[in-house]
């Protein structure tokens, strides 16, 4: 499995290059490859560094698990609210199949769920595992959309080892209404949380909205993380994601001209 998705991956970064020449560097019209993600793909699904990065975030969090609870011996009502995504489930397949076949997110994103074969991230398990063992309540908030594939969702997850997987702690995005209508945004789900009692002591994500509402502007997003940046191996601990997330929108990231664009800037102190 691997080696194919790697064969056809480098397939893919060979033939996007194989009309370039070193020599036409100052009058290429674009930077960016056409498939940016690549890198980004290959690095989470193989490179061992990402998985030591995704270790050390459990054992923080394991660290963290200990001390509350050292703290709070006998509490019952302590929560752990996590991700899905490039938080408990590695979905690096999928986005390799949107890099070899020129597509991109919803494409086929319901038919990888519903295969139910997603990974876990390492460490994931056996922190939620030991979470659970200690007594904190787990609740799983995702933007998987709860109509298409909530039961997928949830057999994954119970098929690979992770506790707690139940009907209420599950809480899946829902179509617009005008009760949710913004229903990416993670922060009503975790009021719902805490208005049944819970207090949520640990948030676990790869995206700056799986803790708080996201501001969508890059210099708001920015000092909205500055101002939480105590919290972060705290109250908060994130996972690497280069392959997507808010932080490109937020950057006006969608196409090659715009990350030529930013890559131009980069260049600022050399001019």
């Given at each position: 499995?691997?080696?194919?998705?790697?064969?056809?991956?480098?397939s893919i970064?060979?033939?996007?290059?194989?009309?370039?020449?070193?020599?036409?560097?100052?009058?290429?019209?674009?930077?960016?490859?056409?498939?940016?993600t690549s890198m980004a793909t290959l690095y989470q699904y193989y490179a061992e560094e990402y998985q030591a990065l995704a270790y050390q975030a459990f054992n923080i969090a394991h660290?963290?698990?200990?001390?509350?609870?050292?703290?709070?011996?006998?509490?019952?009502d302590l929560a752990i609210v996590v991700d899905i995504d490039e938080t408990l489930l590695d979905n690096s397949p999928h986005q390799a199949l949107s890099i070899?076949?020129?597509?991109?997110?919803?494409?086929?994103?319901?038919?990888?769920?519903?295969?139910?074969?997603?990974?876990?991230?390492?460490?994931?398990?056996?922190?939620?595992?030991?979470?659970?063992?200690?007594?904190?309540?787990?609740?799983?908030?995702?933007?998987?959309?709860?109509?298409?594939?909530r039961t997928a969702t949830m057999n994954n997850l119970r098929q690979?080892?992770?506790?707690?997987?139940?009907?209420?702690?599950?809480?899946?995005?829902?179509?617009?209404?005008?009760?949710?209508?913004?229903?990416?945004?993670?922060?009503?789900?975790?009021?719902?949380?805490?208005?049944?009692?819970?207090?949520?002591?640990?948030?676990?994500?790869?995206?700056?909205?799986?803790?708080?509402s996201d501001e969508p502007a890059s210099h708001a997003r920015m000092d909205q993380m500055e101002s939480f940046r105590n919290e972060f191996g705290h109250k908060f601990i994130?996972?690497?994601?280069?392959?997507?997330g808010n932080w490109q929108r937020s950057h006006g990231i969608s196409d090659e001209a715009s990350m030529d664009s930013l890559l131009i800037e980069m260049t600022a102190p050399f001019n």
């Open positions: 499995m691997k080696s194919k998705l790697l064969l056809l991956l480098i970064v060979i033939s996007s290059c194989s009309t370039c020449n070193m020599d036409d560097r100052d009058t290429t019209k674009h930077y960016a490859s056409d498939h940016s660290e963290r698990v200990d001390a509350i609870r050292t703290e709070y011996p006998d509490r019952k070899v076949t020129d597509s991109a997110y919803p494409y086929m994103w319901n038919e990888w769920c519903e295969l139910e074969k997603a990974k876990a991230v390492p460490g994931a398990i056996e922190f939620l595992q030991y979470a659970d063992e200690q007594g904190f309540n787990v609740f799983y908030v995702s933007n998987r959309k709860e109509i298409y594939v690979i080892g992770f506790p707690q997987v139940t009907e209420k702690s599950i809480m899946l995005r829902l179509e617009p209404s005008a009760e949710y209508p913004n229903p990416s945004d993670k922060q009503m789900r975790r009021d719902r949380i805490t208005s049944e009692g819970f207090e949520i002591v640990m948030l676990i994500g790869d995206n700056l909205g799986d803790f708080y994130i996972l690497p994601n280069a392959m997507y």
